[in-house]
């Protein structure tokens, strides 16, 4: 059973930074690729940043490229999400899921970007 936990989320400033981390359990962590999506309130899900099953190719959506850096540790069965300069918009919650089942993510960890 595939099985995702979120944290690293919480309050931060504009201009502001955090590092979201997700533990993975339950499948070959290391042969799958892996994304990180956000939902705002009232919003669809949105994918923010997509990492291959060995980092040779990391993408990322426009509203955070250059802001964003995801990055994963095969050897801890960790995916992280490195967010700088956030801005208010990127008030969301967040979750890290498998890249080709979006279904399979975690509950997801709150990011509120405010003064």
């Known amino acids: 059973e595939v099985r995702l936990v979120e944290s690293g989320g919480g309050l931060v400033e504009p201009g502001g930074s955090l590092r979201l981390s997700c533990a993975a359990s339950?499948?070959?962590?290391?042969?799958?690729?892996m994304s990180w999506a956000r939902q705002a309130p009232g919003q669809r899900l949105e994918w923010v940043s997509s990492?291959?099953?060995?980092?040779?190719?990391?993408t990322y959506a426009d509203p955070v490229k250059g802001r964003f850096v995801i990055s994963r540790d095969n050897t801890r069965n960790m995916l992280y999400l490195d967010m700088n300069n956030l801005k208010p918009e990127d008030t969301a919650v967040y979750y890290c899921?498998?890249?080709?089942?979006?279904?399979?993510r975690g509950p997801g960890t709150q990011v509120t970007v405010s003064p």
């Open positions: 990492i291959a099953s060995r980092s040779y190719t990391k």
């Open positions: 899921s498998l890249r080709d089942d979006v279904d399979q």
């Open positions: 339950g499948f070959t962590f290391e042969d799958k690729p």
